[in-house]
């Protein structure tokens, strides 16, 4: 059982940045595409920004230029910058691991992931 555990949530004012991170247990299933996905009260998931294993990633045209992700070299904690947050931006954040012979992209892993963290909550005032 592959466990995600998010960290770095809180509440900020417009223009401010936070860093999310997420950690998880093991490695060989965690390591070929990970991401974000964010849900606000009353609105679907939206998928916010994926890596794969080989580096490569995708970030929602909403979060594009403002957050990255990124992850170690063990590819066992994957992070996300978020900078210039908006009041938009405010949501439940959560960690998930898409399904290994499932296409990597952001919304595909909002849709069917595998596995995703408790998510951390991050609230953005204007």
């Known amino acids: 059982q592959v466990q995600l555990v998010e960290s770095g949530g809180g509440s900020v004012q417009a223009g401010g940045s936070l860093r999310l991170s997420c950690a998880a247990s093991?490695?060989?299933?965690?390591?070929?595409?990970m991401g974000w996905f964010r849900q606000a009260p009353g609105k679907e998931r939206e998928g916010v920004a994926i890596?794969?294993?080989?580096?490569?990633?995708r970030y929602a045209d909403s979060v594009k230029g403002r957050f990255t992700i990124s992850q170690d070299s063990a590819k066992t904690t994957r992070n996300l910058q978020m900078n210039d947050l908006k009041p938009e931006d405010t949501a439940m954040y959560y960690c998930?691991?898409?399904?290994?012979?499932?296409?990597?992209?952001?919304?595909?892993?909002?849709?069917?992931?595998?596995?995703r963290g408790q998510g951390t909550q991050v609230t953005v005032s204007s």
């Open positions: 093991e490695i060989t299933f965690s390591s070929r595409c």
């Open positions: 998930a691991a898409g399904w290994p012979d499932v296409i990597c992209t952001e919304g595909v892993l909002a849709r069917t992931f595998a596995y």
């Open positions: 890596i794969e294993s080989n580096g490569s990633t």
